[in-house]
């Protein structure tokens, strides 16, 4: 899904909320929910969409129409050898559409 048609899903009312999705080495790409299944977000060369902060994420969303936006760290402890057997699971925080700065 590109910029121009979650915009057009937003605007039906078919998004339930947009996922920042922090990976490793800094960057985020964002996905769409749209009727429970995930949708990430693609460049207009088709590659998916990576920002490189919270803020460059908050200026690509202005002027779409107000959906949720949660900011989304992955739990690691799956991934770590002798980690922990009890799995916190995902952070998942609700994050501001505008930046304070």
Excluded at 11 to 25: D, Q, R, Y
Aim: aromatic residues 4%.
């Amino acid at each position: 899904m590109n910029l121009q048609q979650l915009n057009t899903e937003a605007k039906a009312g078919h998004v339930e909320e947009l996922n920042l999705i922090a990976i490793e080495g800094g960057d985020f790409i964002l996905e769409a929910r749209v009727k429970g299944h995930a949708h990430p977000l693609s460049d207009t060369r088709g590659q998916r969409l990576k920002v490189h902060s919270v803020v460059d994420a908050q200026r690509l969303l202005e002027g779409l129409p107000a959906v949720p936006v949660h900011l989304v760290h992955w739990s690691m402890d799956d991934e770590m050898c002798g980690g922990s057997e009890a799995s916190y699971g995902d952070l998942k925080l609700p994050m501001p559409r505008r930046s304070a700065w």
